[in-house]
């Protein structure tokens, strides 16, 4: 089974921008979809981005598309999220998943049957 570990969050200011790291331990993510979803203060986990295996076809959340770019290696062992113009309103926990039920919208995290432990992002403004 594979286990994502995320890596790269950190504190920055309004604007600027930050890379995310998911990477694959146990098994690369090779054949699944990877996704990355966020959880603010107080909020629910929201979908942020997701990526397929084959064609590397990308989906974003509205409120992120044209800031934020979700890829992953030829070697299928690391997905990386690419923030950019970052503002407070994308303060969170993020969250890297591998899916795993296809039953369920691709959004959903009912979806995802394998979850990092999660790396902070914070914007101050």
């Known amino acids: 089974q594979v286990q994502p570990v995320e890596s790269g969050g950190g504190l920055v200011q309004a604007g600027a921008s930050l890379r995310l790291s998911c990477a694959a331990s146990g098994h690369s993510f090779s054949y699944y979809f990877v996704g990355w979803f966020r959880q603010g203060p107080g909020k629910d986990r929201e979908f942020v981005a997701g990526?397929?295996?084959?064609?590397?076809?990308?989906i974003y959340a509205d409120s992120v598309k044209g800031r934020f770019t979700i890829s992953r290696d030829s070697a299928e062992t690391t997905v990386y999220l690419q923030m950019t113009s970052l503002e407070p309103e994308d303060t969170a926990v993020y969250y890297c998943a591998v899916r795993a039920r296809s039953e369920y919208d691709i959004k959903s995290a009912l979806g995802y049957a394998y979850w990092g432990q999660g790396t902070q992002v914070t914007v101050s403004s």
């Open positions: 990526i397929t295996w084959m064609t590397k076809t990308t």
